[in-house]
């Protein structure tokens, strides 16, 4: 299901390199990201090692008995733009992004995600969740005996150092928290790598195949299946 949310008017300022932030600016980041860099998802500053991660480019995942990931790759470009997480029958859709360095991204999206559904006919409820203020989206689709029915995705977003994570739950994982536990888990294990180079607020960070996709993966190791091409992704800018 697409959720198309279009492009600002407006185009963003570039990001531009680091500058020592003002005591009032660190406070305020320290407070906003205390709770995130203690339970997850991390940026990679907070993690001693990156062994024993699949190496996605932007993303490191956490590996987990059963789990599957897709890549899934924008036809026009040839660039993997998301990698979902199959997991007990459910999934989980991971965009990272580059985001400003004084103010997160989660609060503006979330706006535009409920503009966008409600253009397709759907509807939008905000929820409480692990991971703070959700979103819980229902498009209309029809059922397979042809009768009218809905699809339900709930949206998760996290704000962190110059970078936002989105995450997509689908399947039972959408409604029914017990069925979402594994994948919320995996969720927080995340580490995202935005690195130093200057780009625009929410240009996609990149993804890409494992260096060593080719090999058998090692026991544990969650199975990376083709990558898919097709233009069902989710942008945000």
């Keep these: 299901m697409v959720f198309g949310l279009g492009r600002k008017a407006k185009k963003e300022q570039a990001d531009e390199p680091d500058a020592p932030a003002s005591p009032a600016e660190a406070a305020d980041e320290s407070s906003d990201t205390a709770g995130r860099s203690a339970t997850g998802p991390f940026d990679v500053s907070e993690i001693t ?71 397709q006919g759907g509807q ?11 979103l819980v989206a229902k498009l209309p ?44 888990t995996l969720f927080r294990k995340i580490v995202v790598i935005r690195g130093d180079s200057p780009m625009p607020p929410r240009d996609l960070l990149q993804l890409r195949l494992p260096k060593d996709a080719s090999m058998t993966p090692p026991p544990g190791a969650p199975a990376l299946q083709e990558p898919e091409r097709g233009p069902e992704i989710t942008q945000i800018g």
Excluded: C, H
């Excluded at 939008?124 to 959700?134: A, P």
């Excluded at 977003?157 to 936002?164: E, I, Q, S």
């Design 49 to 119: 090692s990156r062994d024993g991660y699949v190496d996605l480019g932007a993303l490191l995942i956490s590996p987990s008995e059963g789990l599957q990931l897709r890549l899934e790759v924008e036809e026009a470009t040839q660039r993997v733009v998301a990698v979902t997480m199959d997991l007990n029958g459910s999934s989980l859709q991971l965009q990272a992004f580059a985001a400003p360095k004084s103010e997160g991204l989660w609060d503006e999206i979330r706006e535009q995600i409920g503009q966008s559904v409600g253009s």
């Design 124 to 134: 939008v409820e905000e929820v409480q969740g692990q991971f703070g203020t959700e």
């Design 141 to 184: 689709a029809g059922a397979p005996d042809g009768s009218q029915g809905y699809r339900v995705a709930r949206f998760v977003g996290v704000d962190g150092p110059r970078w936002f994570l989105r995450g997509v739950l689908g399947g039972a994982a959408a409604m029914d928290r017990d069925a979402a536990g594994p994948l919320e």
